[in-house]
């Protein structure tokens, strides 16, 4: 949790210093992505002392305000890379020497239909999450749709398939076909850059072969693009863009068991009676957790950006 809260803070921390805001989408995704990642994080410990205790001791409010939030800061996680990996599709097949940014208010308008939508699909179960007090004097924590009880909750099973399928498996759908198209965009212009590449070939030696060599010796050479201007939007999508497939993967993977745990538990109406259950069940959860810590490293260590940005904030340079 202090990882993620500190790491990501930062990771905000890096954009809201600069002193010019005209900077490619993605790093406006980044950062709500870190924003979000921030709100989760915070509801950790209370999942974590909710688990242990098998007793909610933070009451009504702390019900109603902590489940609600961390599904809806989890849900823009989730649309966030969705987005981030559309985002490279049209970044990588539109590719120009140039791409402007979009205009603040355009941002803005994206971010917000982001949290909107997370928000929308959070509230009919959010509004439903109250503080119970069992016969053995232990509280929980629990969201009753009309007509649902503590042991028969038809509609909130439904709601929670309905939910996995619109947060989990929609986005990662989202993300597939995306790198799909662009990895097959990249094999088509590999493709041809080769064959392009051996026919210039070919056709330079024809030439250089009728050519006398003072004349050879002024032949232009190929122009390079200046790999250090880091002014350039493009330079900058591109700087991003090269750890996204990093990033996804980690969440893809540490969020795989969650999912498994919680897809069973909504069919089985219950926990399991395998002994090892409870234990794989905190550790899934745990590696729930993860992603969060480990994006504010990837970002220092495979983005120059950020690794300028945490240097000139972290170090003091």
């Known amino acids: 949790m202090l990882a993620s809260v500190i790491g990501n803070a930062v990771v905000c921390r890096a954009i809201l210093s600069l002193p010019s805001r005209q900077l490619p989408f993605s790093y406006y995704l980044v950062t709500n992505l870190a924003a979000a990642e921030i709100i989760s994080s915070f509801c950790f410990p209370f999942y974590f002392v909710y688990d242990w205790l098998d007793h909610w001791p933070f009451g009504d ?50 971010l917000g239909l982001l949290w909107g939508a997370a928000l ?3 509230l009919p179960v959010g509004v439903m999450h109250r503080d119970i007090r069992l016969t053995s ?9 009309p007509g649902d009880t503590l042991t028969d909750a038809p509609r909130h099973t439904s709601y929670s398939i309905v939910r996995f399928i ?6 990662n759908l989202v993300i597939l076909m995306s790198y799909s198209a662009v990895a097959l965009k990249l094999k088509h212009h590999m493709a041809a850059t080769n064959i392009s590449s051996e026919s210039t070939r070919q056709a330079s030696s024809q030439d250089c072969a009728a050519v006398s060599p003072p004349v050879q010796a002024t032949l232009p050479t190929k122009r390079t ?28 993977v540490c969020y795989i068991p969650t999912q498994v745990v ?4 909504q069919i089985k109406a219950g926990l399991s009676d395998w002994p090892y259950y409870v234990i794989v069940r905190r550790y899934s959860f745990l590696l729930h957790c993860l992603p969060g810590a480990f994006h504010p490293i990837l970002y220092g260590t495979m983005s120059k950006f950020y690794a300028n940005a945490f240097a000139k904030l972290v170090l003091c340079k």
């Open 137 to 145: 004097g232990y509280h929980i924590c629990i969201a009753l749709l």
């Open 225 to 252: 693009r200046n790999s250090q201007d880091g002014s350039s939007v493009t330079d900058l999508e591109l700087d991003i863009l090269r750890m996204i497939y990093v990033i996804i993967l980690i969440f893809v």
């Open 120 to 122: 929308m699909i959070v």
């Open 61 to 110: 409010i702390g019900c109603k305000l902590v489940f609600p939030i961390h599904m809806t800061a989890m849900l823009v996680v989730t649309y966030t890379l969705a987005f981030i990996a559309a985002h490279r599709y049209r970044v990588i097949v539109t590719y120009r020497s140039h791409l402007a940014p979009l205009p603040r208010a355009k941002v803005m308008l994206v």
């Open 166 to 171: 619109v947060s989990y498996v929609i986005p």
């Open 262 to 265: 919680f897809i069973y538990e």
